[in-house]
């Protein structure tokens, strides 16, 4: 079981615009129309970001991950010393460069490597892992496994490969340890940002690389109080005020950077400093309609970018 916290941005946000339907892993929607299953062994949680909200459930860990990228070998275990003090688990990620035996016909057929996971006790290295991968790819493959009851602190841990290394070019198999994560219990509720957090049964995607799409109402901002930003209409006659709501109109996706202590210019610029009377008279020109160029109509302009530089 694979877990990952993506940050989606700046907090609170609307959110999925179609629930599970709009997070798409490899490209393909959790869910139907109809709120069925299209990929099964997928938990989705998500938080809006507000200031404070509750931790995401099944993610109640953190972890720092050290990349290490090198080749284990049946002659040349790989030992790495672990010596953070405060850790509750480690998570030992693996794999192969190439899987597949090519006969003298052109055939490829699967093949297999088996590794151990073994970690130092009282001198002695004991294994904890015993794990085989066996199938056929031609790319990378990665897997993962948790190491629970450490040892004290420092300790050794080594990646041995038992398979015999492959003296041909009819067999791809090499092995390589990819990386391990110094995992931490505590429960985070990342305040002021949206996220959603996913546990996928890594098994079902095989030798791809996962990826993870979301589609997504942004921001909730400040808008005017006669603004209906469904219909993208405005009411009577504006009293100044304003209402929190999701908008993608330009010129009060402008207004919230500009006037937004926290992520925008807000410490900077105060509301008297921005003419919203002004932007008023703009944001109804961008809600006009025109034609789309498909025979029905648009809002004139709208904003849907995600900033991700200071400026």
Known sequence: MMSVIDAIGEGPIEGPVKGLQSILVNKTPLT?????????????????????????????????????????????????????????????????????????????????????????????????????????????????????????RPFNIRMVRETADSTSDQLQNKTLWSSYTEIIDVKQCYPNTAIVGLQVDAEQFGGQQMTVNYHIRGRIIQVPSNYDPEKRTYSGIWDGSLKPAYSNNPAWCLWDMLTHPRYGMGKRLGAADVDKWALYAIAQYCDQTVPDGFGGTEPRMTFNAVPVTTA
Do not use: C, M, Y
């Open 32 to 152: 139907d129309t109809d709120g069925n299953p299209v990929i099964h062994g997928v938990t989705a949680v998500w938080r809006a970001g507000e200031q404070e909200q509750t931790p995401p459930e099944g993610f109640e860990s953190s972890g720092a991950e050290t990349g290490l990228g090198v080749e284990v070998t049946k002659a040349k275990p790989v030992t790495r010393t672990i010596t953070s003090a405060n850790i509750d688990r480690l998570r030992v990620t693996f794999g192969v460069q190439s899987l597949l035996e090519t006969t003298s016909k052109g055939d490829r057929n699967h093949s297999s490597v088996r590794l151990l996971i073994q970690l130092q006790r009282n001198g002695n290295w004991v294994t904890e892992k015993d794990v085989t991968i066996n199938g056929k790819t031609t790319s990378q493959f990665l897997a993962s496994v948790i190491l629970d009851n450490l040892p004290e």
